[in-house]
């Protein structure tokens, strides 16, 4: 028995629709995986959001640290500035009263 020869432009045809035929047959995601990856999804987001306020919170505690610092800063330099006008008063008395 002789096996029947194929003609090479039928095997060219029967290789251009294989990826066809593979996307028709692909086994599409079941109801319950995707709704598996949308709830994982969900999770994302929702730690995301969590990451999110959490960064907020630590920044509206750094601002209250930097304003009291900086209220800090200024009661300091007021300081310095009425040490120093009483160390020129006591300087020119010293000055004066030593004439």
Do not use: W
């Not at 900086?70 to 300081?79: G, R, T, Y």
Request: hydrophobic fraction near 35%; charged fraction near 30%; include cysteine.
């Amino acid at each position: 028995m002789k096996l029947p020869t194929i003609p090479f432009y039928k095997i060219e045809r029967v290789i251009r629709v294989l990826p066809i035929v593979k996307e028709v047959f692909a086994t599409a995601p079941t109801e319950s995986e995707s709704r598996v990856q949308i709830t994982q999804l969900k999770d994302t987001i929702h730690n995301k959001n969590a990451e999110i306020f959490k960064l907020r919170q630590q920044r509206k505690s750094m601002k209250r640290k930097l304003f009291a610092n900086n209220e800090n800063i200024k009661d300091l330099e007021e300081n310095l500035e009425n040490c120093m006008y009483e160390l020129n008063i006591l300087n020119n008395a010293i000055n004066n009263g030593g004439e």
